[in-house]
């Protein structure tokens, strides 16, 4: 089972420089539902949120194609 299983997020396709890249967004009226997370997983969202905060989706984007896999 996948989490766009759940009903909380919808996948969009949008048109990029170098083709079509998919967005995942939230389905606003879909309430957090920590249930679906083990507290590791709940942990690394928190982490992720954090460092992330200020970020827009392009330093997002950058950040993550210099990162090693």
Known sequence: MQIIDFG??????TVLNKGVGEQFK???????QPVLFSELELEILKTVAHTFRTCSTQEIILKSHNEDA
């Open 8 to 13: 909380v997020i919808k996948i969009e396709s």
């Open 26 to 32: 939230p389905i606003k009226e879909a309430p957090f």
